[in-house]
């Protein structure tokens, strides 16, 4: 054993030194694995808005877009079926949409922005199949409505607003997604008018 003096500010140096280098290793390490937390581009363009050209559908047509990873419609509606659906409302469940299943900017008895394009979550708000579009052949389903959509897990239906039928088991009308139009052709699903 060595009885030599012990020299403090070498030792001071060393310590410091030390936590110097471990700080560094620490927040060489802690960087990537807080990045790694962060959603990836796949994620991130999975939940971004989705632009769709609506110029091209014609009335009674409807196209199929993925937002957030969840099938939406956009179907063009002719005149004659703007005007039928104020004729069902005694046969709806939730006729004036005062469930929160759309933006506020979109309660109305058509439950869009303009009364010709409708566009919804085609998911069922029952158990989340997703119900077929009946264009011609709803008659089957409603007595007296030409056009809807019907779930076939659990006969659900919805009239050409989404809104959901009485005496089914889905318990709420079709969510409808924020959108908003950025021209006459084109609609922008998933984000509201400002944000555009």
Same mark, same amino acid.
């Given at each position: ?25 620490? *927040? ?162 998933? *984000? ?5």
């Amino acid at each position: 054993m060595s009885n030599a003096p012990v020299n403090s500010g070498r030792r001071r140096f060393l310590t410091l030194s030390t936590a110097v280098v471990g700080g560094v290793g620490a *927040a060489a390490v802690a960087v990537p694995f807080i990045k790694s937390w962060n959603p990836s581009a796949k994620a991130k363009a999975a939940g971004a808005p989705v632009e769709v050209d609506v110029s091209k559908i014609e009335e009674g047509q409807l196209i199929r877009v993925v937002w957030q990873g969840k099938p939406v419609w956009v179907v063009r509606r002719s005149n004659q079926t703007v005007e039928a659906l104020n004729d069902i409302g005694e046969q709806l469940r939730d006729p004036e949409s005062l469930e929160p299943q759309q933006p506020e900017y979109i309660t109305n008895t058509y439950r869009s922005i303009k009364p010709e394009l409708f566009v919804a979550v085609g998911i069922c708000t029952h158990l989340g199949c997703s119900p077929t579009y009946l264009p011609d052949s709803f008659g089957e389903q409603v007595e007296g409505v030409t056009s809807g959509f019907f779930c076939p897990c659990h006969g659900s239906k919805f009239d050409m607003a989404g809104r959901v039928f009485k005496g089914v088991p889905a318990p709420l009308n079709l969510v409808i997604p924020p959108y908003t139009y950025l021209n006459d052709k084109r609609i922008l699903v998933g *984000a509201d008018e400002g944000e555009a």
